[in-house]
């Protein structure tokens, strides 16, 4: 479904490719072209390739390709294309294996809670490297292993359009890797396989086990520093953002945990080793981590990567709707219902406001979002609205989210 965000988040993001030249000098930065004109009611930034380290540090295998950020939220792969985060769903979860993470007791309080969880996840963590063919353009990202006979989540942005993908496990070994399929344009979710059983496979959370200021706990490679872990809290739950024109991230975890380029496709676990988010978004700043980035829940990841790995893609649900939260937490404020969707068939308006769907009550817009990633494309559920004080009760069809919505 359409969704119009918190005011100020609104934004838009390019993906600029570039042929690598070699810096001038040994660990030098090479030097940065002016970013492109940006109008002014917007603030956009250039992440550029990350710059060579000093000599103590080992440079990532293949140089990271310079992009151009969203305007306020920024994409953190250094993939060689684009990509969307929204939502998707698919309720059958069909692993059919048993995660090698272990179990862990930590109390999230502590430096020492930190240093448990990083134990438990980092070996589940993969980095990727990706690049075009003949050699235009290259990039580095991160992954999280799905299931222990070679299936690995990643952000679409990270891998899409690339014609040469490898992962590097934890324990350094390198392998080939194809993407099976992605969620895109509903979804920032791509599957990538590689030919290896006995995969350590991540042990997954829900955001349904989250509370603002808890632990969480960041891990993937950014700049190409793979196995880096930081950590900070869940500052927030269930944000609805715009990057671009029809591209939305809906139902995100909003995390002070430092997340920078390279890290899109990593994992945000949390005191349990669980892993709870996939990282995907920052907003914009000089090209680093400025406090704020963005993850996808695993619940929506897990769904989509579930149905990739049995069809090769992802159909979202869609209701044909824009709207916000309205104040004191009173329902969804429809403000915009598209043309010959579900919503429109039947007899939603403008102005009307969402107090119930599927069965659970609802108070905000945000609600509206993390409620319909519940539910699955074909299936009807029933939507309670009020217009001019009047309770209605109408029931739509959900039908997959088209291109661009």
């Known amino acids: 479904m359409n969704e119009t965000p918190e005011s100020g988040w609104q934004a838009g993001r390019e993906t600029e490719r570039k042929r690598y030249s070699p810096p001038p000098a040994p660990w030098s930065p090479a030097p940065q072209a002016d970013p492109a004109p940006v109008p002014p009611e917007t603030v956009g930034y250039v992440i550029p390739p990350p710059p060579p380290p000093p000599p103590h540090v080992s440079p990532p295998r293949r140089p990271g390709r310079g992009i151009v950020a969203a305007l306020l939220a920024g994409l953190l792969g250094a993939g060689i294309g684009t990509g969307v985060t929204f939502v998707a769903l698919d309720d059958n979860n069909s692993t059919g294996l048993p995660s090698t993470a272990p179990v862990?007791?930590?109390?999230?309080?502590?430096?020492?809670?930190?240093?448990?969880?990083?134990?438990?996840?980092?070996?589940?963590?993969?980095?990727?490297?990706?690049?075009?063919?003949?050699?235009?353009?290259?990039?580095?990202?991160?992954?999280?292993?799905?299931?222990?006979?070679?299936?690995?989540?990643?952000?679409?942005?990270v891998v899409e359009g690339a014609s040469v993908i490898e992962v590097t496990l934890a324990s350094g070994q390198q392998l080939s890797a194809r993407v099976v399929g992605t969620a895109a344009p509903g979804a920032d979710i791509a599957v990538v396989k590689v030919d290896k059983?006995?995969?350590?496979?991540?042990?997954?959370?829900?955001?349904?086990e989250l509370e603002v200021g808890d632990l969480a706990v960041a891990m993937g490679s950014p700049f190409g520093l793979s196995g880096t872990v930081t950590a900070g809290v869940i500052s927030a739950l269930h944000r609805n953002i715009t990057l671009g024109p029809g591209e939305r991230f809906s139902d995100a975890i909003q995390t002070d945990a430092p997340i920078n380029p390279g890290n899109s496709g990593g994992a945000l676990a949390n005191a349990e080793g669980k892993v709870v988010g996939i990282n995907t978004a920052i907003v914009g700043g000089a090209g680093g981590n400025v406090g704020v980035g963005f993850a996808i829940p695993i619940d929506i990841a897990r769904r989509v990567t579930d149905q990739i790995i049995r069809t090769g893609k992802a159909a979202l649900p869609f209701i044909g709707i824009s709207?916000?939260?309205?104040?004191?937490?009173?329902?969804?404020?429809?403000?915009?219902?598209?043309?010959?969707?579900?919503?429109?068939?039947?007899?939603?308006?403008?102005?009307?406001?969402?107090?119930?769907?599927?069965?659970?009550?609802?108070?905000?817009?945000?609600?509206?979002?993390?409620?319909l990633i519940q539910h699955r494309v074909g299936e009807s559920i029933k939507i309670v609205y009020t217009r001019n004080g009047q309770r209605h009760t109408a029931t739509v069809k959900l039908v997959a989210r088209p291109a661009g919505s």
Not at 117 to 132: C, H, M, Q
Not at 197 to 206: D, E, H, M, N, V
């Open 323 to 371: 709207g916000q939260n309205l104040p004191d937490d009173r329902g969804a404020l429809v403000q915009e219902v598209v043309s010959g969707g579900p919503a429109a068939g039947a007899g939603l308006q403008p102005g009307d406001i969402i107090v119930e769907l599927g069965g659970k009550q609802i108070h905000s817009m945000d609600e509206v979002i993390s409620t």
């Open 104 to 157: 862990i007791n930590a109390n999230g309080r502590n430096l020492e809670a930190v240093a448990a969880v990083a134990k438990a996840v980092l070996p589940t963590i993969v980095r990727i490297d990706v690049s075009e063919a003949g050699g235009l353009g290259s990039g580095t990202g991160s992954g999280v292993i799905y299931r222990a006979d070679g299936y690995i989540i990643t952000n679409n942005h």
């Open 197 to 208: 059983t006995g995969l350590p496979a991540a042990r997954l959370g829900s955001i349904s």
